[in-house]
C-alpha cells in the first residue's frame, strides 16, 4: 500500500528527495515515517511528521540534513536529504501509523509499510 522511490548511488555532499505514494489509498490522520536499515543493523528510525504536518520528529544523525514533508492531497511523504554521508548507505522504508507520542521512533508503532528504496552514499 506503499511505495517508496527515489533512492540512488550518490557521492557524499550530494542530495536526494525520497518520495513514499499510496495510490489509492488515503491515510487520513497518519502519521508517516521513514526508517532505515543498513547491512547488518537494525532498522532505524530516520524522520516522522504527524497528519497536520506541523510536528516532525527526527533522528539525531540526520537532524539539520534531511527534512520530512508531506503533501496530503497527493497522499504522498517526502525525505529531502542533503549533505549526504556515506553512513547514510542503507535501504530506506516508509511507514504510516498512529503512534503515541513516546512511540513516534518506535518501529511496532506504524501499521503499515512500503518495499524499500535503497540509498548509497559512496565516499
Known amino acids: 500500500q506503499l511505495q517508496a522511490s527515489g533512492g540512488g548511488l550518490v557521492q557524499a555532499g550530494d542530495s536526494l528527495r525520497l518520495s513514499c505514494a499510496a495510490p489509492?489509498?488515503?491515510?487520513?490522520?497518519?502519521?508517516m515515517a521513514w526508517f532505515r536499515q543498513a547491512p547488518g543493523k537494525e532498522r532505524e528510525f530516520v524522520a516522522a511528521?504527524?497528519?497536520?504536518?506541523?510536528?516532525?520528529y527526527y533522528a539525531d544523525s540526520v537532524k539539520g540534513r534531511f527534512t520530512i514533508s508531506r503533501d496530503n492531497a497527493k497522499n504522498t511523504v517526502y525525505l529531502q536529504m542533503n549533505s549526504l554521508k556515506a553512513e547514510d548507505t542503507a535501504v530506506y522504508y516508509c511507514?504510516?501509523?498512529?503512534?503515541?507520542?513516546?512511540?513516534?521512533?518506535?518501529?511496532?508503532?506504524?501499521?503499515?509499510w512500503g518495499q524499500g528504496t535503497q540509498v548509497t552514499v559512496s565516499s
Open positions: 511507514a504510516a501509523g498512529r503512534p503515541i507520542l513516546s512511540a513516534v521512533r518506535t518501529s511496532s508503532a506504524y501499521a503499515y
Open positions: 489509492g489509498r488515503t491515510f487520513s490522520g497518519y502519521s
Open positions: 511528521i504527524r497528519w497536520s504536518g506541523s510536528n516532525t
